[in-house]
């Protein structure tokens, strides 16, 4: 195997890696059922949705929900998605995109918001495990900001540069947190957010995960 070349890529899951746009609004429409909420459409959900995501229940809703509203609402999109993900997979080209920029001798990892017990046998079941140096998923309440994890995640990599990492995700928290620890992002247009709104946070956009490599390893440069 080649040595690591310095530059790395950090991976978000949803909505990145794994294609789950189909299970996010239907997970989300079922919860919506069960609170009394009118459903929702993928196009409003990618013009609203924000982290962290209670903020983007009070776009919905007009207001902040409460504590226990955010529990129930965070227990039955959990619940329901769980159902609705085993009928997504990985997003067109990522397999082999991972696998090129392996064989480069680049190093990647995975850090997600999704909890992380559930996050493991995800990637190991399609068949990628072995592409990353490091998975890392949620480990304590549902609901925040990747910008803490980012840095723990960097820290825990091991001679990896934070200046020669670049983080790709789908969303403005993945450029957030990117920037909170140093390093560059790239976001990307098929996940949860629109374009008009991944244009605020002030970094490339693109509409392809290929594409997204390509601007990741000139940043890195």
């Known amino acids: 195997m ?6 790395h890529i950090v991976w978000d899951w ?3 890696l794994f294609h789950d746009n189909d299970a996010i609004i239907g997970a989300t429409n079922a919860a919506f059922a069960e609170l009394g909420l009118a459903p929702i459409t993928l196009e409003r959900y990618r013009t609203l949705y924000c982290v962290p995501v209670p903020k ?16 129930v609402m965070d227990e039955a999109f ?6 609705h993900r085993v009928r997504c997979g990985l997003a067109d080209g990522a397999a082999e995109l ?16 999704y909890g992380h017990e559930e996050l493991i046998p995800m990637v190991r079941g399609l068949g990628i ?5 490091r998975v890392d998923g949620r480990t304590g309440p549902s609901g925040g900001s990747k910008a803490e994890y980012m840095v723990r995640h960097l820290a825990s990599l091991g001679g990896v540069e934070s200046a ?15 920037r909170h620890a140093g390093a560059r992002a790239v976001l990307y247009t098929g996940g949860s957010h629109s374009r ?4 605020q946070a002030g970094v490339p956009v693109v509409d392809t995960l290929a594409e997204a490599v390509k601007e990741a390893e000139r940043l890195a440069a």
């Open 164 to 178: 020669r990492t670049v983080v790709i995700g789908d969303a403005v928290d993945d450029a957030t947190a990117a």
């Open 78 to 83: 959990q619940r329901h998605y769980t159902e």
């Open 98 to 113: 991972l696998a090129g920029w392996r064989s480069a001798g680049h190093s990647q990892s995975i850090l997600s918001l």
């Open 56 to 71: 983007f229940y009070e776009r919905l809703m007009g207001r902040l929900p409460t504590d226990a509203e955010w529990q």
């Open 196 to 199: 008009t709104s991944l244009e």
């Open 129 to 133: 495990e072995t592409h990353f140096i």
């Open 14 to 16: 949803n909505g990145t």
């Open 2 to 7: 080649r040595m690591r070349t310095g530059a």
